[in-house]
């Protein structure tokens, strides 16, 4: 198995214990949803502007790497048309158990998005990609195929780990490893994924994730930080995730 295989059938696993990014919407939500009652996040606690979305209706919207039925349902209530893109096939079957249970259709595309997207040149209006891209080793080759699929006007919204996690322990209280993390390259990194059964996760430095984004030819229109949400990091008020919004011109 390659790295992606492992991650994937890593994140089935968390899914089947409970991971909190891997529970789909209830009924409710998306019922409020279709009243103009809704959020979405790209980081752990800081809700999405609405504003940087600007309208919805009618809009191709691509959730990248952002299956588990949760951002994808709020969208169709917006009245978006939307398609969800995730390699792990729990993920993908939550997104196609709430889209049966409201009645929407929804393309569902499996794939590995540290490969060339299968998708035509300037394909959506909008990108929602949730912190995903600590996933795969090189971002860059991501960021130039998601210019090549926006249309000129469309949107990239992104959600980013700065990588300052990836500097401590488990409990946030020591700094015990040096950057980049890279289990591919590093025995290290790898032996402390294998005891936390995490896949394989990368940090990226902000020329990769900030920079990459300029140097595909998108233009940078909105930034935001945010917390953990709970533990040692986040009590101290340290910012371990940015949202990015950026757009094709």
């Known amino acids: 198995m390659n790295y992606q295989d492992i991650n994937a059938a890593t994140i089935d696993r968390w899914i089947e214990n409970g991971w909190e990014w891997g529970k789909p919407?209830?009924?409710?939500?998306?019922?409020?949803a279709t009243k103009g009652e809704w959020k979405v996040v790209l980081t752990p606690t800081k809700a999405v502007p609405r504003e940087w979305f600007g309208e919805l209706r009618g809009k191709k919207l691509l959730g990248l790497a952002s299956g588990g039925g949760q951002q994808m349902p709020i969208f169709n209530a917006a009245g978006a048309v939307c398609t969800v893109f995730?390699?792990?096939?729990?993920?993908?079957?939550?997104e196609k158990?709430?889209?049966?249970?409201?009645?929407?259709d929804i393309e569902i595309i499996r794939g590995d998005m540290s490969k060339p997207l299968p998708f035509a040149d300037e394909s959506f209006d909008i990108i929602f990609h949730p912190v995903s891209n600590i996933y795969i080793e090189d971002i860059m080759p991501l960021w130039k195929e998601i210019y090549r699929i926006l249309k000129h006007g469309g949107i990239l919204l992104a959600g980013i780990d700065n990588g300052l996690n990836f500097a401590y322990d488990n409990d946030e209280t020591a700094l015990c490893n040096v950057l980049p993390f890279n289990p591919l390259k590093n025995p290290e990194h790898l032996k402390l994924m294998q005891e936390e059964?995490?896949?394989?996760?990368?940090s990226h430095t902000i020329e990769e994730q900030i920079g990459g984004q300029l140097a595909a030819g998108l233009r940078l229109t909105g930034i935001f930080g945010d917390t953990n949400g709970s533990g040692p990091l986040h009590n101290h008020n340290v910012e371990t995730f940015w949202a990015t919004r950026a757009v094709k011109d």
């Open 197 to 202: 059964d995490g896949g394989y996760e990368f």
């Open 25 to 32: 919407i209830d009924h409710e939500t998306y019922e409020k």
């Open 86 to 94: 995730d390699y792990s096939p729990k993920q993908l079957e939550s």
């Open 97 to 104: 158990l709430v889209a049966e249970r409201e009645g929407y």
